[in-house]
C-alpha cells in the first residue's frame, strides 16, 4: 500500500467540514498543510504540532475552537508560516510558540486569544508578519507599570513589516522604546485598544513607516514635530482620540501622504496653508475638532483629492472659490460652521464652473452655516450627485429647475431657508417628501409638499380662457367631421367582403412582428457563417433584413427541456424592464414549431470573446466601465424594479457590447420574479456551473444574492482572465481560494498580465492596487453566506470610487 509522504496543499474552500482527524500527525513528510476557508470545527490535533517537516501551515477562515496546545516538544521547528486567523480559538497564547523559531508569519487575528501578549514572541527574531487583531488580548502592563510592555519585548524583531494589534483591550501607554522597532516596519495598527497618553516623539526613528492607525483611542497631548520624519508615511489616522493643540506644518512635510484623518479630536487654530502642498492627498477629514478661520485658499492645489470633510468646526469666511479646481473629488463636507456669503458659481478666472459642478461629485454637505444667496443654477452640472444638503442657511430666491436633470439625486435637504418660488417637480423631485423643504414660507408647488398652490399671472389666465373660448367653439365642428368620416369608413370597411375575419381590425401598439420567412433569409437560413454563438437553450444568429437592418436572432432549441419555458419568461420580463445596460427585445416570432427573439444587434459581441480571442484587449478602464455597466443593471433589476428581479446566470457569454463598448446584460431565460415582501424564492432550473451561488445549487434556493455572488466571480474572471470552471481549481469555489490566496502581496501572480506594462513601474502598481481592491470586493460579493455579501448599490458606490482612485493615479492610460 502506497502511503502519503507529502500534502502540499489541501484548499477545499467551503466543501470540507467536521474535525480535522488526528491521525494526520501521522504523516511524516508533509510541508503544507492549507485547509483554509472551510468549515472545520474543534480543536486542532496536538499531532499537528510535532510534525517536524511543516513549513507553512494555514487554517484560516474556519470555526476551529479550542486552546492551542501548551506543552509540545517540538511546536514545530521548521515552520516559517502559520495562519489560525478567523476562528474561534480561545485561551492564552502558549510561550512555547517561541519553539517555532524559524517563523517569518504568524496570524492569530479575529479569534478570542485572552491573556497577555507573551514576551517570549520576542524570541521570534525572523518575525516579519504579526497580527494579533481583534482577540482579547492585553499588553502586561499593570498599574505601576502602565506602558505596553509585549512593545518593548519586539525589538528584537529586525525584519518586522507589518504589526497588528488593534480591537485588543491593551489600555496602557506607547513606549518610549517604541522608536526601537524594526527599522523595516512598514505598518503598524493598534487602533480601539484603548491607548492613554501622548504619542512617544520616539515614534519618528521608524523611518520606514507607511501606514499608521491609532484611532479610536484615548491618546492626549499634542501632534509632535517628530512626525515630519516619517516621510515614507503614506495613511495618517489618528481620529477619534482627545489630542489638542494646533495641527503642526510638520506635517506638511509628509510629501508621500494619501490619506490623512485627524477628525474627531479637540485640535484648534488654523488649517496649515501648505496642506495644499501635499498633491498626493487623497482624503482629508478634519471634522468634529475646534479650528477656525477660513479654509486656506491653497487647499485649492490637491487637484485629485477624493474626499473632503471639514464638518463640525468654528470654520468662517467664504467659501473659496479655488475649490473648483478639484477635479475628481466624490465627497465635499463643509457642513456645521460658520461660513457666509454666497456659494461661489465661478472659480477665478473667467471660465465659468462651481465649486461643486463637478462630474464625479456624489456627497455635498454645506448644511448649517450662514449661507446667502441663491442656489446657483450650475449645480445641475454635477451628474453624478446623489446627496445634496444646503438645509439650515439664510439661501433665497427659487430652486434651479436645472436640479431636475440629477438622475441620481436621493437625497435633498434645502429645509430652513427663506427660499421661494415653485418646487420643481420633474426627475428625481417626483420621489421627495416635505422633509426636503420645510420652513421655507415662500415655496409653493403640489399638495403633497404641504405648501400653498403656486398662482399664475394674469396674462397666464386671459391666455387660458382665450384658448377654453376656441376649443369651445371648434371641439364641435371636429367632432361632426370626425363622426362623418367614421360612418363613411364604416359602411366601406363592411362592403369588403374579401377581408378575412381573422384579421383584427384595431389598431394594436405591439412592436411589429417579424415573419420566419424574413428570419430564415435573412440569416442565410441560419447558417453557420451567422452563427454567434449558442447557449443552454438555443442559438443566436446575426441578421440583416432587406432594409440593410442588423439585428441578434436568439432561436430557442426546442428539442432541450426547458426550452418553452425559457421562452415564455425571456418573453415576459423582456416586455416590462427597460435600463441602458439591458438588451432590448424588438419583436418576436413564435410557432407550434418556432421560437425565437429578434435582439437589438451588438456588434462588439460578448465579454467573453474579448477575454479569451487573442485578437482582442480590453485595458484596464473598459473592464471597469463593464463591470460598472453590469453593476448598474443589476441595481436596476434587484432595486428600483417595481419586484427584485434575480437575473439567475450571470456569466461572460450573456454581458454583451455594443459600438461604444457600453455593456449590456442579457438572457433572462431563467431570470425569477420575487413577489411583493418575498426575499427568496425556489427554482428547479440550475444556472452555469461555477458562477452558482452555493445555496442555489445545492438548494434551489434564488434571491438577489446569488446574482450578487455570480458577480463577484464575474468580477474576478475578468481581471484575472480566468475561468472558475479552468483545470487548475478542483471544484468552482477554489477560485474563491486562488484568489484569496493572492492578497495582498502576490496579486501579480493572479492578474492577467496583459494589463500589465514591465516598463512603466507607477502604471504597474497603481493598476496591482487598482485589482488587489477589485479582488476584496470580488470576495465580499461572493461570501459564503448570503447574509455577508453586499448589496448590488453598496457594490456600485466602491467599484466607482475604485474607478475614480484609477483615474486619480493614472489618468486614462
Known amino acids: ?67 492551542l496546545p501548551s506543552s509540545i516538544k517540538l511546536w514545530l521547528p521548521n515552520l516559517s508560516i502559520l495562519y489560525l486567523g478567523e476562528n474561534k480559538l480561545t485561551g492564552i497564547i502558549p510561550e512555547s510558540i517561541s519553539n517555532a523559531s524559524k517563523l517569518t508569519d504568524l496570524d492569530l487575528g479575529y479569534n478570542a486569544f485572552t491573556g497577555s501578549i507573551p514576551k517570549s514572541l520576542g524570541n521570534l527574531r525572523l518575525l516579519q508578519f504579526l497580527d494579533l ?46 522608536g526601537n522597532l524594526s527599522a523595516s516596519l512598514e505598518k503598524f495598527y493598534a487602533y480601539s485598544c484603548g491607548i492613554k497618553g501622548n504619542i512617544p516623539s520616539e515614534i519618528g526613528n521608524i523611518s520606514n513607516l507607511a501606514f499608521l492607525n491609532l484611532q479610536q483611542n484615548g491618546l492626549t497631548g499634542f501632534i509632535l514635530s517628530t512626525i515630519k520624519a516619517l516621510g515614507k508615511l503614506q495613511i495618517l489616522d489618528l481620529s477619534s482620540n482627545r489630542l489638542q493643540g494646533s495641527i503642526p506644518d510638520d506635517i506638511c512635510q509628509l510629501m508621500n501622504m494619501g490619506d490623512l484623518r485627524l477628525n474627531q479630536n479637540e485640535l484648534f487654530g ?57 477635479k475628481v473629488v466624490a465627497l465635499i463636507d463643509f457642513s456645521m460652521n460658520q461660513f457666509t456669503g454666497k456659494i461661489p458659481s465661478t472659480i477665478i478666472g473667467k471660465i465659468p464652473s462651481t465649486i461643486i459642478g463637478l462630474q464625479n461629485l456624489v456627497t455635498l454637505s454645506l448644511a448649517h452655516n450662514k449661507l446667502q444667496g441663491s442656489i446657483p443654477d450650475s449645480f445641475g452640472s454635477m451628474v453624478s450627485l446623489e446627496f445634496l444638503d444646503l438645509s439650515y442657511n439664510d439661501l433665497f430666491d427659487v430652486i434651479p429647475k436645472s436640479l431636475e436633470t440629477l438622475s441620481h439625486l436621493s437625497y435633498l435637504n434645502v429645509s430652513f431657508n427663506k427660499l421661494s418660488g415653485q418646487i420643481p417637480n420633474g426627475g428625481p423631485f417626483a420621489n421627495f417628501t ?66 378575412p375575419s381573422s384579421v383584427d381590425l384595431l389598431p394594436t401598439i405591439t412592436p411589429p412582428r417579424i415573419t420566419y420567412q424574413q428570419l430564415f433569409q435573412a440569416t442565410n437560413g441560419f447558417s453557420e457563417s451567422n452563427l454567434l454563438g449558442m447557449g443552454s437553450f438555443g442559438s443566436v444568429y446575426k441578421a440583416i433584413l432587406q432594409d440593410t437592418t442588423v439585428l441578434d436572432i436568439k432561436v430557442f432549441n426546442l428539442q432541450v427541456e426547458g426550452a418553452f419555458k425559457s421562452f415564455e419568461v425571456e418573453c415576459e420580463i423582456m416586455r416590462h424592464i427597460r435600463h441602458r445596460n439591458l438588451t432590448k427585445v424588438i419583436s418576436s416570432c413564435s410557432n407550434l414549431d418556432f421560437k425565437a427573439l429578434v435582439l437589438e444587434y451588438m456588434p462588439n459581441g460578448s465579454l467573453e470573446k474579448w477575454l479569451y480571442s487573442y485578437n482582442y484587449f480590453l ?62 424564492t425556489h427554482t428547479k432550473t440550475i444556472a452555469t456551473f461555477g458562477y452558482i451561488a452555493p445555496k442555489f445549487g445545492l438548494e434551489g434556493l434564488v434571491s438577489t444574492s446569488c446574482d450578487v455572488y455570480s458577480y463577484g466571480i464575474l468580477l474576478m474572471e475578468t481581471f484575472t482572465r480566468v475561468k472558475p470552471t479552468n483545470e487548475m481549481f478542483f471544484e468552482d469555489m477554489m477560485m474563491k481560494c486562488w484568489v484569496r490566496e493572492s492578497l495582498p502581496n502576490a496579486i501579480s501572480h493572479a492578474i492577467d498580465a496583459n494589463l500589465l506594462k514591465p516598463e512603466d ?18 470576495l465580499s460579493c461572493s461570501a459564503e453566506s448570503s447574509e455577508e455579501r453586499m448589496n448590488m448599490k453598496d457594490v456600485l458606490a466602491t467599484l466607482k470610487k475604485v474607478k475614480l482612485w484609477y483615474l486619480a493615479n493614472c489618468g486614462s492610460s
Open 1 to 67: 500500500m502506497m502511503s502519503i509522504v507529502q500534502i502540499r496543499i489541501f484548499c477545499l474552500d467551503a466543501i470540507y467540514q467536521g474535525l480535522i482527524p488526528e491521525e494526520i500527525g501521522e504523516l511524516p513528510n508533509v510541508r503544507e498543510l492549507v485547509l483554509s476557508a472551510n468549515n472545520l470545527m474543534g480543536a486542532i490535533p496536538t499531532s499537528i504540532f510535532n510534525i517536524s517537516s511543516l513549513q507553512i501551515m494555514s487554517l484560516t477562515e474556519n470555526n476551529l475552537s479550542s486552546n
Open 133 to 178: 487583531q481583534t482577540n482579547n488580548l492585553t499588553s502586561g502592563s499593570s498599574s505601576s507599570s502602565p506602558e505596553l510592555v509585549f512593545l518593548t519585548s519586539l525589538v528584537n524583531f529586525k525584519d518586522l513589516k507589518v504589526l497588528s494589534v488593534n480591537h485588543n483591550p491593551l489600555d496602557g501607554i506607547l513606549p518610549t522604546t517604541i
Open 270 to 326: 488654523l488649517i496649515p496653508e501648505c496642506l495644499g502642498n501635499i498633491t498626493s492627498l487623497r482624503y482629508l477629514y478634519l471634522n468634529s475638532n475646534k479650528l477656525t478661520f477660513v479654509i486656506p485658499t491653497r487647499l485649492g492645489n490637491l487637484k485629485d483629492i477624493l474626499e473632503i470633510n471639514m464638518s463640525s468646526n468654528s470654520l468662517n469666511g467664504n467659501l473659496p472659490p479655488e475649490l473648483g479646481s478639484f
Open 434 to 499: 416635505i422633509q426636503s423643504f420645510m420652513s421655507n414660507e415662500a415655496l409653493c408647488g403640489a399638495p403633497k409638499f404641504q405648501v400653498s398652490p403656486c398662482h399664475t399671472s394674469s396674462f397666464h389666465h386671459l391666455r387660458e380662457k382665450r384658448v377654453a373660448l376656441v376649443l369651445y367653439i371648434l371641439l364641435p365642428i371636429a367632432s361632426i367631421l370626425l363622426a362623418t368620416t367614421f360612418v363613411f369608413l364604416f359602411i366601406k370597411c363592411r362592403r369588403r367582403n374579401k377581408t
Open 619 to 680: 485595458d484596464m478602464l473598459q473592464r471597469l466601465d463593464i463591470m460598472i455597466d453590469v453593476a448598474c443593471a443589476l441595481e436596476y433589476l434587484h432595486h428600483d424594479y417595481s419586484m427584485p428581479l434575480v437575473h439567475c446566470d450571470l456569466k461572460p457569454s450573456n454581458i454583451l457590447l455594443d459600438d461604444d463598448m457600453v455593456a449590456y446584460v442579457s438572457d433572462f431565460g431563467i431570470a425569477k420574479l420575487l413577489d411583493l415582501g418575498e426575499s427568496v
Open 761 to 778: 513601474e507607477h502604471l504597474t502598481a497603481v493598476v496591482l492596487q487598482c485589482v488587489s481592491s477589485i479582488m476584496e470586493l470580488a
